[in-house]
Nanobody, 124 residues
Framework: QVQVDESGGGLVQPGGSLRLSCAAS????????MAWWRQAPGKEREWVAH????????HYADFVKDRFAIARDNSNNTMSLQMDNLKPEDTAVYFC?????????????????WGQGTQVTVSS
């Protein structure tokens, strides 16, 4: 049975940093892209970043470019999101997702396994 779990969220001041982690279990996901999505209160879920199955290709939403970094370790089925220079508008629940495709996309329907999410709050 596949399970996806996020961790690392919390409360941080503007300009601070957090590192989110995602652990996927149940089988190997080295042939599956993975991604981070987020959902702020009252807003639709939006794509943040994705990484290809091998980890060699990454893409970021414009609003996090040069601030966030996605990475994965296929030896233990984990993925991370390093978030620096956080802003209040980054406040959201962050979700880890596993795609049915090798290359990441920005289409929610391409992602077949989702975690429960971890809350990130940026506030002074």
């Amino acid at each position: 049975q596949v399970q996806v779990d996020e961790s690392g969220g919390g409360l941080v001041q503007p300009g601070g940093s957090l590192r989110l982690s995602c652990a996927a279990s149940g089988r190997s996901f080295s042939n599956n892209a993975m991604a981070w999505w987020r959902q702020a209160p009252g807003k639709e879920r939006e794509w943040v970043a994705h990484i290809s199955g091998s980890g060699s290709t990454t893409h970021y939403a414009d609003f996090v470019k040069d601030r966030f970094a996605i990475a994965r370790d296929n030896s233990n089925n984990t993925m991370s999101l390093q978030m620096d220079n956080l802003k209040p508008e980054d406040t959201a629940v962050y979700f880890c997702a596993v795609s049915a495709r090798y290359l990441g996309t920005t289409q929610q329907n391409d992602y077949v396994y989702w975690g429960q999410g971890t809350q990130v709050t940026v506030s002074s």
